[in-house]
Every structure is written in C-alpha cells, then in structure tokens.
C-alpha cells in the first residue's frame, strides 16, 4: 500500500537516525536520510527537479546549522507540499503551536517506542495514499468536466447546421420508398404510412438482368439518427445492383458497414432474390417478421421460415437461408414489424391483442383470390380496421406476384 | 346546473351544457384519477376526456344551454378506466366509430373523435346519445439502482421506449462508471422494451470492459413477451439472461 511512497528521514544523531531508519525499512518504505537541515532542504529540492518528490519528511526539531523548524519554513514558503512529521525533545508547547502554524502536519514527543513510531508513519502514510487517491479523482473528473465542455462548444457550433441537416434528412426520408415503376417479370402492389416525418422504414427493389431484388428494413427510432441509417441502408442497397450479392452475403457487408459508423441502432432486414433463370426465390432475413407466401392454386398461405441476427450491432452475424422454386402467379408479401404489431383493446380482458404474424397470414389466406393490388388493399384495410385505425409506429406493407413473362427470360 | 357524485370507484358528473363546466368537470377526473391510482392522468386522457365533452355540448346538444350532459367515469380494474359520455342528441350515425384515420382530411367534424380514438385504448358508440372510451393509466416508468452484494440490480418500471432512453442510458453509464463490479437489469417490473432502448442496451454490450467480461452484465425476471424479443432480435446470444 505504501511501497511507493519516498521518505526523507533528518536526524544529526546518528544513533537515532540508525534506529529510526530501520523501523522504517523493515515496512518497506523507502527512507533517504540528511544529517543536517540544509542537506534535507537540498535534497527535497533536487528530488523535485528530477520529479521524483519525497512524500513525507520526518524531522528532529534541535540540530545545529539549519534547526527543523527553520527548515520546514523554508520548506512551506517554497511551497513544497510533501507531509511533514516533526520529532521534538523539548515538550515545548509554544514551539509545537508554531510549528503547526508553519504547516506540520504531526509530531511525536522523544521518547518513544519503535511500535509508536512505526505506528505513526503507517498513519501518516495511509492518510496521503487517500490523499493521492482523491486527487488522482478530482483530475479524471476536471478532464471529463473540460472534453465535456469543449464537446458543447461543437454542438453548440454544428447546431446550425444540424437544423438545415434536418430539413434535408425528412426531405431524403420522404424519397425514400421510390420504386422502379416497373419490373420486368415481377407484379407489386405496396403501401405505406409513416408515423412521423422521419422514419426508419425501407423498401426498395433492384430490377437485375434476371429477375429482381428486393430490400425491406426497419431502422430504431424515428429520429435524424434513424434516417441517418436508413439513408446508409437505401446506398448499400443501390450499389448491390452492380456487385449482385446474395442477401447473406449483402447483410454481412451492410452490418460491417453500419458497424464502422458506429450509428449503434439495431436494423431489421429482410432480402429476397427472384431468379428467374433457375426459377427460385431465395429470403434472406436479419431478425426481421418473416414473409408469407401465397402458392398459386393453394387453399392456404404460409409463413416464411427462416432466421437471422439484427445488424449494426454485433460484428459477428449469422444467417439462415430459404430457398423455393417459383412458378408464375405465386405471391410473396412482405411487411415491417408496424403491421403484425398492429393491435386493439379488448375492454373485458383488458389487455391489448396484437395481430401478429399468422393474423396477417389469416387475411393473406382469405383474400388470395383477388387481384395483386385488391389483395394487397383489403390486407392493409383489415390490418388497420383491426387496430381500430390506430397505429403507432410505421407501417409498410408489399404484395409481389411472378408475372407470365418471367418465363421467356429463363 | 352542475351535480358531481364521487364514489369508491366511480365519478358521476351531470351538467348543463355550458363550455365553462367542462373545465371543472376535468378539474374533477383529474382529482378521481388521482384518489385512485396516486398519479394525474396523461395529456393525453386529458385530451381525449375534453374532446368528449365538447363534442356532446356542441354537437350532441347543439350549443343549447338547457340540455344535459352526463359523464360517468369508472375504475373498472387497476389502472384501467371506462368513461361514458351521454348527451340528448340522436348519437353518431353507424360506422361513424371507429373514424378512418384516412378521411380525416376531407371530414371536418369527426377531427374531434380522431383524436379520441387516437388516444383512448377504445373508442365506440354505446347506444343512442351515448359514447365510451377505455384508458389505460400506464406505469411510470422509473429507473431504480440498489447495490447488493457487489451487484448492482437495475430495477425499471414500466415501458422503457424512446421517450426515457436518455434517462434508461443513465442508469446503466451510472453503473458503469461505478465501483460495483457487476449489474442486473431486473426486468421483474417492465412492461416492453423498443428497439431504441435495445439499441442502448446493445451500446453498453459493445462497451470495454463488459465486452470483454471484466464487468458483467446481465438481465433477469424476463417476461415470456421480452423473452421472445429478445429471441426474435437474436440478442439473447449477446447478453447473459
């Protein structure tokens, strides 16, 4: 505890210096020693020009040349702030007063016994180790205190900017969800309804020279930072066009990405990749609802099972792949966890009932004869009647459909 | 004419049709709700409460000063409230609740009852003249830390969604930047938790330190609902639950 803490012992007696001084070692300290009070006084100051201060200077008072309490003088008028503990042999009082007066911190009257004295140090040591300790404290708090200050001094200057930032970022939020108005081989149908004037919701389809992909993705929040995000997803997502990624291998690159800007929000993805040259689909979901897919000519529908890790949150992410051959007139819908969230009060349970994910796949069922875009309408109407029109998150729903066409392209 | 009538678990309210009553008869709610649960109702019940009674001065009864408005507000279960509103009007025409929120740009009246419906749990017609809606007064949502045996159990109440993420990121920075070498967030008293207040609690997995396991974290008492959030977000792999 106190094995770093340097002590400088001043005694003209030899005797008592020797005795003194081995008390001391024999606790592990490290004790310099001076015979006289100028030599003490010359060694604290080179000791803290070489910046390896003594912690506590222990002083007889009565020595020829310089006396200990001149020297504790001279010491406190410089400054010097190192503890001092004062031997007197004299039970002078009035002495004991001034040296007080002067700055010392404790003293022992001779005689004295080994146990007192080392009693006495391990005291005084213990005293400036908490010293030290709340020191140390005050630094680390006084430099939070001052990155936190320079910190405002940055918000405060990007504050400006942030506003017209603002403006822009609900501006590209609201041209978010603008797709291709048509896609060779691929019938959709979508609908959306954001809860503020930003949002975190995505979709987006890439037509590719085979058939199409299609991104929808849900971001934390409804706030600049979500959009921030939103807007990162919808760029990768351009790109994914030219570099024609599997959604696996597309969402391990928007995770690294979203990782390296740091945005800490978790996004819900989910990827689908219609191909019509081996005539298969293949979804791809980050802890996202799973689709449902209509079969043409069968009497149910079905949820889409398959699994994945969130992104931008862990730089490891795994994630399961579903695969089905397709067959023009077969449907896929796809929606953001708004809609399964989608609930009503029911006033004898009191409790709220969520419409979930097989509620979707109810209506999916029951409306599947009807054409992609009545489809799609009577789905979101029910969704929203059920909640009695009252939502509170956004909400995107999209139906697609194999059109005929996409035959001659395999 | 204005007759108030509380009881245990009811408010019974019984008014002329004049606009000032209708500040005295929230002045009132404000009060029962109060009695009842220890806390003022949110703006929003405020809000909805309002709209109600306005629409059956000015529309129900058509301004007119001699007829009667009647509100009964009843505390059905704890927390849970049931307010009817009756004037001597016909009542809304059918299919007029609940109100399509897609309408509301083209209907100038039912502006009122969209707001009702947006902030009541529900919202629908009890016969001729008569209205009901259902509240909920939600939990407040608080942040409580007690150091036990070298752990330090974080204990929130109700919802921790956007609007208290600054305050729930607190919490845990305060252990954080604590002594205690490890934490819980008990979860015995917290009704869900939104994907932002996932996203802190993400933050402070990717944090040094709890990252590496020198100071560990975990959660406890999930409800089934959290327990599968947290399965569906897959994030029960990156915290000890």
Known sequence: MTDSLRILLTDDESGLRTAMGRVLGGSGLVVDVATTGIDAWRMVEAAESAGNRFDLLITDVNMPGMRGDELVSKLRAEGRELEILVISGFGDKSLLVDLMRMGVNDYMDKPFSAGEFQDKVAQICERIRTKRLAAMRTRNLEGRLASLSSDLVRYRRGFDEMKSQMELAVRSYQSLVNLPQEVRGLDFEFRVRALHDLGGDFLGINPLKNGAEILLADVAGHDMGASYVTILVKSFFENNKDVMADGERFFQVLNSGLIEQGADRMVSALHVLIDYGSARMVVTTAAHPSPILRKLGFPSSSIVECWGDPLGISPAVAFSKWEAPIIPGDRLFLFTDGLPSLGKYDPAEGRRRELSESGIDRLVASHRQRPLREAVDRIWNDSLEYANFNSNDDLLLLGVEIAEECHVQG | MYKVDMEDAGLFVRMSSKLGFVDRA????????????????????????????LNAIEHGNGGDESKVVELEMANVAPSRYRLDVKDEGPGLPAGALPPRRELAATQERSRGLLLVNSCSDLFESAGPGMVRAWFTIAKETRFETVVEAAEAAIRPTGSITAAVAEKFRQALLAWYSSDVPSARL????????????????????????????????????????????????????????
């Open chain 2, 26 to 53: 929230m002045n009132e709610i404000e009060a029962f709700v109060e009695g009842q649960e220890g806390r003022i109702p949110s703006e929003e019940m405020n809000l909805a409460v309002r709209e109600l009674l």
């Open chain 2, 186 to 241: 008990d979860c015995s008293r917290v009704d869900n938790i939104d994907s932002i207040c996932l996203s802190v609690l993400v933050a402070l997995a990717n944090m040094e330190g709890v990252r590496s396991g020198a100071r560990a974290f975990r959660l406890t008492n999930l409800s089934p609902g959290l327990d599968r959030l947290f399965r569906l977000t897959r994030l029960h792999t990156t915290f000890k639950i």
